[in-house]
């Protein structure tokens, strides 16, 4: 108990963190996004360097270097986040926080499309109802932006393909955050180097303090990785499952109470719509973990009793 109680505490972390991303990333002006994020990619590498040296675990390297395939899905999922990191920070400084929590909020919906399209897994009547109920929420959203909401469905389904694409890698997390950094390193290096000949870069052209909240990028992207790391070997999925919506409600809450974005009626009654489709979804999730871990008693059970039947 002791140890899940860790695992819970760990979990709730990595999703605040992420869920408080929105109040840091204004603090970077005037630094424009793609400067972020390359700054976020050269510091996260040093970060997560440095914890693997504390951890003295580098035996790792050898194995990954003799499976050629690992690399290559590693250096996909390095590109799929690049997207996903530069249009988060693009939506959270330009005023569209709300919209970016959208995508993070139907993430899990668009993840199970995937199974389905991807991996050719049947759902269950009340996940279709679900998935149901968030494209109802997009038609929604579309007619009050006037716009299809391109910002949360880019995040939603770069996201989800970047989970997929590290499940397939099967690789730790600082592990893969190490090769992902590595593969982006050039080039965030070269664009970084750009900017301080064309005489654009703000990395030591304003204050002492936006240089430290720059080199503060990385640390923010590794230690909640770390974090949600730790959770996911301590606690079940299904409660992982659960405090994974930590983060959308905070960066929703950012959205409306921080940056003060507007929220017309059509607009809360599309989040409303989703909330329904995630309340749905979460109910048949945890109902079905019951039922699959009942099983397995039940099938324990019988495997137990049947020496005692052998010996009557």
Not at 22 to 31: D, F, G, I, Q, R
Not at 69 to 84: D, E, F, H
Request: net charge positive; proline share 4%.
């Amino acid at each position: 108990m002791p140890d899940l109680r860790r695992g819970v505490l760990f979990g709730v972390a990595a999703y605040t963190m992420w869920g408080l991303f929105p109040l840091y990333w204004p603090l970077l002006k005037p630094s424009g996004a793609v400067e972020i994020l390359a700054h976020r990619i050269v510091w996260s590498l040093l970060a997560v360097v440095v914890v693997l040296a504390v951890r003295r675990h580098w035996s790792w390297i050898k194995d990954l270097l003799r499976q050629p395939r690992k690399l290559g899905l590693l250096a996909l999922a390095a590109a799929i986040i690049t997207v996903n990191w530069g249009v988060y920070i693009y939506a959270v400084n330009s005023n569209h926080v709300v919209e970016s929590a959208l995508g993070y909020f139907i993430n899990p919906l668009v993840s199970v499309l995937f199974g389905v399209v991807l991996l050719r897994e049947r759902l269950r009547p009340l996940q279709w109802t679900a998935v149901g109920f968030g494209t109802l929420a997009v038609l929604v959203l579309t007619l009050d932006y006037g716009r299809l909401p391109w910002i949360a469905l880019t995040l939603a389904v770069s996201f989800g393909v970047y989970g997929l694409v590290k499940k397939q890698a099967n690789v730790g997390a600082a592990e893969s955050l190490t090769v992902e950094t590595l593969v982006l390193m050039a080039p965030a290096a070269a664009y970084l180097v750009y900017l301080e000949a064309a005489g654009e870069a703000t990395f030591g052209h304003t204050t002492t303090g936006h240089a430290l909240l720059l080199v503060g990028a990385g640390v923010i992207t590794a230690v909640p990785l770390l974090c949600f790391t730790a959770a996911a070997i301590r606690v079940p999925l299904s409660t992982i499952g659960l405090l994974q919506y930590i983060a959308p409600v905070l960066q929703f809450m950012c959205g409306v109470l921080v940056a003060k974005e507007t929220m017309p009626t059509s607009r809360w009654i599309g989040f409303s719509i989703v909330w329904l489709a995630l309340a749905i979804f979460t109910y048949d999730s945890i109902r079905a973990a019951r039922a699959t871990a009942r099983g397995r008693r039940e099938a324990l059970a019988a495997v137990r009793a049947q020496p005692e039947r052998s010996t009557t």
